[in-house]
């Protein structure tokens, strides 16, 4: 007990009482208007608007070295004159447009929705009615002439068919407004009061108690939140007596917690940790017992004695295997591993020695071995005698230079030493 009074410390814990408040709470006390859903319906009908997609063709005249401002525009001046006469926009796009990857398609874009294409390129192109082709306009590319080919649209519902989604979403929106005013009421009168009882009249909620829990936490309840475990061993709340400010337990729920009971870490009385003392050193000493009783058992087997005699008169079951390979399903793994390290024994005798397992001790012992089937060539065995050597070298050599990295001293040349 003396020498493990830290095993014996219990945590520093606390409980606490807490307030809910649920989203859900409001959302009956919602009042629809009328003019609510119509705003929803004209909100919706103006994301169909910003969502359309649009597809365009282009050509591009691009400013370069070689090419001047002046040069470019006057080049692309000369094509929109020709598409105003006439002339058929996608030829001329697969002709001049310097946009490889469109020019091949008749300078098509395809259908894009807003923030595809640059500001200026942009705003024109949503300025166009279809079939109609812009003026030159520029951006950090060069010189275009845009022509709008199609708009694609979502129909737009007729607002009686969509009602009550309309009538769902504003009374979300709404719930979730008054849920927001009725967390900084709350907060107010958290801040206000010794505990949370006036603020639970405020929505008709119930004080309730948790359990108590240690400063790093746990999975379930509030002690599965961290940020309220923290509130909870903070000074505001465990040494100044206050009230905690509001604390998200998920995105619909808000948690308001007040000091209820702190349990200071202590060391456990003797007396009450006597009996777990007792059964440790029990375990210990039969533990001792166990490795000393199995130690026996191998050094008989070892000497000849009748392995069934032995296990009989210590009490222990005795489990035959048939015979095993390395990969065997049984016994265990780590009982093969010792099994295969063992010596052939003499005949009619065994070989065995003990593999612990935690407290716990087994007795592996083996009554023979066979040699494995010589069915590889002197060839074969040759090549796999080199491929382990070529493994075993290679190994060697990581191991060396992990060595030497952790032991060397390493400069980088710089690119001027590397030159010379």
Do not use: C
Request: charged share 25%; glycine share 4%.
């Amino acid at each position: 007990y003396k020498a493990n009074t830290a095993k014996y410390t219990t945590e520093e814990k606390v409980a606490v009482d807490y307030l809910v408040l649920g989203a859900e709470l409001f959302t009956d006390k919602v009042l629809l208007t009328d003019a609510d859903v119509e705003a929803r319906y004209a909100e919706r009908l103006k994301n169909l608007t910003e969502n359309e997609q649009r597809r365009a063709a282009h050509i591009l005249i691009k400013i370069t070295d070689k090419v001047k401002d002046a040069d470019a525009l006057a080049t692309i001046k000369d094509i929109e004159k020709r598409v105003q006469a006439g002339e058929d926009f996608g030829a001329l796009a697969k002709q001049y447009s310097q946009d490889e990857g469109s020019a091949i398609n008749n300078g098509d874009l395809g259908f894009v929705g807003k923030g595809a294409f640059v500001p200026e390129f942009e705003k024109t192109m949503y300025a166009l009615q279809p079939n109609q082709v812009s003026a030159p306009v520029k951006t950090q590319f060069g010189y275009h002439i845009i022509k709008l080919l199609e708009v694609q649209k979502a129909a737009a519902p007729n607002m009686a068919d969509i009602r009550s989604e309309l009538e769902a979403e504003v009374r979300a929106i709404k719930s979730e407004e008054l849920y927001a005013e009725a967390i900084e009421k709350m907060d107010a009168l958290a801040y206000e009061s010794s505990d949370l009882s006036e603020a639970a009249k405020q929505y008709n909620l119930t004080v309730q108690i948790s359990p108590l829990f240690a400063k790093n936490g746990g999975t379930e309840g509030l002690a599965g939140n961290k940020k309220i475990v923290q509130a909870a061993f903070s000074d505001d709340v465990l040494k100044d007596g206050k009230n905690s400010s509001a604390l998200a337990l998920d995105n619909k729920h808000s948690v308001w917690i007040h000091l209820n009971k702190h349990e200071a870490s202590r060391v456990k009385p003797l007396a009450e940790v006597a009996a777990d003392i007792k059964l440790t050193l029990q375990l210990d000493k039969a533990g001792a017992l166990a490795k000393q009783t199995a130690e026996a058992m191998s050094k008989a087997l070892n000497e000849g004695k009748n392995a069934l005699e032995l296990a009989a008169s210590n009490g222990v079951a005795w489990q035959d295997f048939p015979a095993s390979t390395r990969t065997s399903a049984a016994p265990l793994p780590e009982m093969l591993k010792v099994a295969f390290r063992l010596p052939n024994p003499k005949a009619s005798q065994w070989t065995a020695a003990v593999n612990p397992s935690g407290k716990d001790y087994a007795i592996v012992a083996i009554s023979r071995i066979d040699a494995g089937v010589a069915s590889y060539s002197d060839e074969q065995k040759k090549q796999f005698s080199g491929m382990l050597a070529n493994v075993k070298g290679q190994q060697e050599l990581q191991d060396y230079l992990s060595y030497l990295r952790a032991n060397a001293k390493i400069k980088q040349a710089t690119a001027k030493e590397k030159a010379e």
